[in-house]
């Protein structure tokens, strides 16, 4: 019998040299920064990409609530007061341009947009004997804050009265009211006209206007698109924010123009009385200086609705002729891009001035033109829905 070997023992473990080990710390620490680097640019990459679609999506939400109301100006309502054009109520008594200051951010410019239009579900009859009275005993069927307007509309239209509601509104279950006061402005007849008195299948129309503002305001710090649901005043605990981080607002009037070969088609356009470069039928585009930045009501004569289509009046810049209004909307990254890039510059929009470098803020701009086709009005608007009191007043609610 053979002698047994000894079992071999294993050997130690080597132990890693200083360098294989700062080999092994390079190689982990440049792996580790790449998959840091490349993480971080991902990351910047989805957050800039996130602030355009949010830049985006909030345009495209603020435009679609301006189309659809945009649309009814001047709908049930006499086109010489569709649109508003007072600047005694706002900042700077401006319509144009206004400049919003902004403690951390670049300044925002605003144009000022205000229009009526009736409402189409709403609808009473009643008469005006110092305060409105409505027949039958209908109620209002709705709560309407102070300063709500309501147009009185004698059968056949041509006389027109507009109330205000008083300081206390107007509440749902009343059936009359005392406290309105008449707004002579926007009306075209007066408390003596007996037809407002009539009653029974005589009796007035009662129709409800709603006003819609809209115009850039500052929410902490913040420039936003707001819609205020009132004319007469800019209270921003009322406003309706429609898009954040609204750089620009800007609104440009397209006017009637006559058409080729008519008998006023050597009329010049509205934009050049004032010496403004560009002369195009279009108020507050680029090229329009002050005096073309907007229709002003009380400068020129306005067509009525027994004004002929080819009337020289149907021409001129009286806001009775506007057609479409073409609005801009720049809208801007809540904060400027984490990479410090600094694409994305500041453009002129229509007859604003406003371009800059860039600056680090992503920016988007939209574009849209909206007709106004019930400016083209050419009678009342008084609905025909029967002779009995009772079914008119159904369509209030």
Same mark, same amino acid.
């Given at each position: 019998?053979?002698?047994?070997?000894?079992?071999?023992? *294993?050997? #130690?473990?080597?132990?890693?040299?200083?360098?294989?080990?700062?080999? &092994?710390?390079?190689? +982990? +620490?440049?792996?580790?920064?790449?998959?840091?680097?490349?993480?971080?640019?991902?990351?910047?990459?989805?957050?800039?990409?996130?602030?355009?679609?949010?830049?985006?999506?909030?345009?495209?939400?603020?435009?679609?609530?301006? @189309?659809?109301?945009?649309?009814?100006? &001047?709908?049930?309502?006499? %086109?010489?007061?569709?649109?508003?054009?007072?600047?005694?109520?706002? *900042?700077?008594?401006?319509?144009?341009?206004?400049?919003?200051?902004? #403690?951390?951010?670049? /300044?925002?410019?605003?144009?000022?947009?205000?229009?009526?239009?009736?409402?189409?579900?709403?609808?009473?009859?009643?008469?005006?004997? !110092?305060?409105?009275?409505?027949?039958?005993?209908?109620?209002?069927?709705?709560?309407? %804050?102070?300063?709500?307007?309501?147009?009185?509309?004698?059968?056949?239209?041509?006389? =027109?009265?507009?109330?205000?509601?008083?300081?206390? !509104?107007?509440?749902?279950?009343?059936?009359?009211?005392?406290?309105?006061?008449?707004?002579?402005?926007?009306?075209?007849?007066?408390? /003596?006209?007996?037809?407002?008195?009539? @009653? !029974?299948?005589?009796?007035?129309?009662?129709?409800?206007?709603?006003?819609?503002?809209?115009?850039?305001?500052?929410?902490?710090?913040?420039?936003?698109?707001?819609?205020? %649901?009132?004319?007469? @005043?800019?209270?921003?605990?009322?406003?309706?924010?429609?898009?954040? $981080?609204?750089?620009?607002?800007?609104?440009?009037?397209?006017?009637?123009? *006559?058409?080729? !070969?008519?008998?006023?088609?050597?009329?010049?356009? =509205? $934009?050049?009385?004032?010496?403004? #470069?560009?002369?195009?039928?279009?108020?507050?585009?680029?090229?329009?200086?002050?005096?073309?930045?907007?229709?002003?009501?009380?400068?020129?004569?306005? %067509?009525?609705?027994? +004004?002929?289509?080819?009337?020289?009046?149907?021409?001129?810049?009286?806001?009775?002729?506007?057609?479409?209004?073409?609005?801009?909307?720049?809208?801007?990254?809540?904060?400027?891009?984490?990479?410090?890039?600094?694409?994305?510059?500041?453009?002129?929009? @229509? $007859?604003?001035?406003?371009?800059?470098?860039?600056?680090?803020?992503?920016?988007?701009?939209?574009?849209?033109?909206?007709?106004?086709?019930?400016?083209?009005?050419?009678?009342?608007?008084? *609905?025909?829905?029967?002779?009995?009191?009772?079914?008119?007043?159904?369509?209030?609610?």
């Amino acid at each position: 019998m053979s002698p047994s070997r000894p079992t071999p023992r *294993p050997s #130690p473990p080597r132990g890693f040299t200083l360098l294989e080990l700062l080999v &092994g710390a390079v190689t +982990t +620490t440049i792996i580790l920064a790449a998959v840091a680097v490349t993480f971080v640019g991902v990351q910047g990459s989805y957050q800039s990409e996130s602030q355009i679609k949010a830049a985006v999506e909030g345009m495209r939400t603020g435009t679609a609530f301006i @189309e659809q109301r945009l649309r009814l100006a &001047g709908y049930g309502v006499d %086109p010489r007061f569709a649109f508003d054009f007072e600047t005694a109520l706002l *900042p700077g008594t401006t319509k144009s341009n206004y400049e919003i200051v902004l #403690p951390d951010a670049p /300044s925002a410019i605003t144009d000022d947009l205000a229009f009526r239009y009736r409402d189409p579900a709403w609808l009473r009859r009643g008469r005006w004997d !110092g305060g409105l009275q409505l027949s039958d005993d209908a109620e209002f069927g709705m709560d309407f %804050p102070p300063g709500q307007r309501f147009a009185i509309s004698c059968v056949g239209g041509s006389e =027109v009265l507009v109330v205000k509601a008083g300081a206390g !509104g107007v509440s749902r279950t009343e059936t009359s009211s005392s406290g309105f006061s008449v707004d002579a402005k926007l009306s075209t007849t007066t408390t /003596s006209s007996s037809c407002l008195q009539r @009653e !029974g299948a005589g009796a007035p129309y009662v129709m409800l206007i709603h006003e819609v503002r809209v115009r850039i305001t500052a929410i902490d710090g913040r420039p936003f698109l707001v819609a205020y %649901p009132s004319i007469d @005043e800019l209270d921003d605990s009322r406003a309706v924010p429609l898009v954040a $981080d609204v750089e620009s607002f800007q609104v440009a009037y397209v006017m009637n123009r *006559p058409s080729p !070969g008519s008998a006023h088609s050597t009329l010049p356009p =509205v $934009d050049i009385a004032s010496g403004a #470069p560009v002369a195009n039928w279009v108020l507050g585009d680029t090229g329009s200086v002050a005096a073309d930045a907007h229709p002003d009501a009380a400068l020129l004569a306005a %067509p009525r609705y027994e +004004t002929p289509y080819d009337d020289a009046l149907r021409y001129n810049a009286h806001p009775a002729n506007i057609r479409a209004v073409r609005v801009n909307i720049a809208v801007r990254s809540a904060r400027r891009d984490l990479n410090g890039r600094l694409a994305f510059e500041r453009v002129d929009l @229509e $007859d604003s001035v406003e371009g800059t470098p860039p600056d680090g803020y992503y920016r988007s701009n939209l574009t849209t033109t909206m007709r106004v086709p019930n400016m083209l009005s050419r009678s009342s608007f008084n *609905p025909p829905l029967g002779d009995s009191s009772s079914a008119l007043n159904a369509w209030g609610g």
